[in-house]
């Protein structure tokens, strides 16, 4: 059985730890706030920065099920190499049949995804989530 790797940006601290010192990397590298003795000690921090930005980005694709989550909103990757996005606002209806997750969004575009092969456990989570963010906007 395929796990599912679930990522809450809400919660996951060091990420956003990551997102906010490659920001500063960038300004400070960019900007140059510090005289540096060697002029490319500037353009090594800006560059850290970038490849802080490019790590924290590239998440989705280092693994094969992925889902990102918020109060918002998530991005669902199964099975597939891009994944889709949808705000849990948009929600209609969801449907759990046979390892098929069927969402109906407001506008009546119907998004599909085949949980074949998912373990039990993370396709229950994933109804949770789903379930539990979508009755929260609504209320």
Known sequence: MKKIHFDNLNKNWFLITILILSIIFLLVGIFEFIPFENPKVNK???????????????????????IQWNNKGAVIRINSFIGKSLSFDNIKTTDFNEKKLTITKVSGKIMT???KGIAESDTQKLKEIIVKNTIANTV
């Open 113 to 115: 995804f085949d949980l």
């Open 44 to 66: 090594k921090i800006s560059g850290a920065g970038f490849l802080l930005q490019a790590i924290y980005f590239s998440r989705m694709f280092w693994f094969k099920n992925y």
